[in-house]
């Protein structure tokens, strides 16, 4: 299975942007980026994904490196409410067991008022 | 639409015995999922369902765990004999398809077996 590597932890302040890494070096051609995250005490719930463009939604950006080894999960201004553990998953385009949800340890994001 | 429902939101129970946890999808979609969530080990994937009928529950950790969904409404997860170990929170997600939809997460249901 193809696999992720995150930061454990990062801190932002509010109102600023933040960047969230991941790399993927193994990523196949037909393999989406997915993130989500997970507040405290809740389920996790969708972010945002992409394939080989950026995206962007109400949410949050996504950019995605030429070669796909990596990927940025960008937050224009946290907030509070940002503070929680992103999650960035490789999914098969086509599903099967290869498109279930693997979730690693994630990136625990602090923001401080 | 009022999301995935679970219940209950939390449980303690004693050793041995049974734990059934429920889990509503929202109206329309045909997957569903159960994960389960510890420190040690991050969020698990249990067993996944598509159009009511069990896809694959590799994730299951012993027999003493068995999971239904005898309609499009409804799935239960049951722990029987329940075991501190199995202390936990327990997820539960649908999606329209199973094949690499978004996954939308229920609230979970905070187990704890003493």
């Known amino acids: 299975d193809a696999k992720t590597t995150q930061p454990n932890s990062m801190e932002s302040n509010e109102e600023e942007p933040v960047h969230l890494p991941c790399n993927h070096s193994t990523i196949s051609g037909t393999d989406y980026i997915h993130w989500y995250r997970q507040l405290p005490s809740q389920g996790p719930e969708y972010v945002i994904h992409?394939?080989?463009s950026n995206v962007n939604n109400r949410m949050a950006s996504l950019a995605i490196a030429e070669d796909r080894k990596s990927s940025t999960l960008i937050l224009h201004r946290a907030t509070l409410r940002d503070a929680a553990v992103y999650y960035c998953i490789l999914r098969a385009k086509y599903g099967g067991s290869q498109g279930n949800l693997i979730f690693g340890k994630g990136t625990k994001l602090s923001v401080k008022p | 639409d009022a999301g995935v429902i679970q219940s209950p939101r939390h449980e303690v129970t004693e050793m041995g015995q049974e734990v059934t946890l429920r889990c509503k999808p929202i109206?329309?979609?045909?997957?569903l999922f159960w994960y389960r969530q510890t420190m040690m080990r991050g969020l698990e994937l249990l067993i996944y369902?598509?159009?009511?009928?069990?896809?694959?529950d590799s994730g299951m950790p012993e027999d003493r765990f068995s999971a239904k969904m005898p309609n499009a409404s409804f799935s239960t997860l049951k722990i029987q004999p329940s075991e501190p170990r199995d202390s936990a929170v327990y997820f539960c997600a649908s999606s329209l398809e199973w094949r690499g939809d978004t996954q939308y997460f229920g609230p979970g249901t905070r187990l704890t077996v003493l």
């Open positions: 109206s329309g979609h045909n997957s």
């Open positions: 992409g394939l080989t």
């Open positions: 369902f598509n159009n009511n009928v069990p896809i694959d």
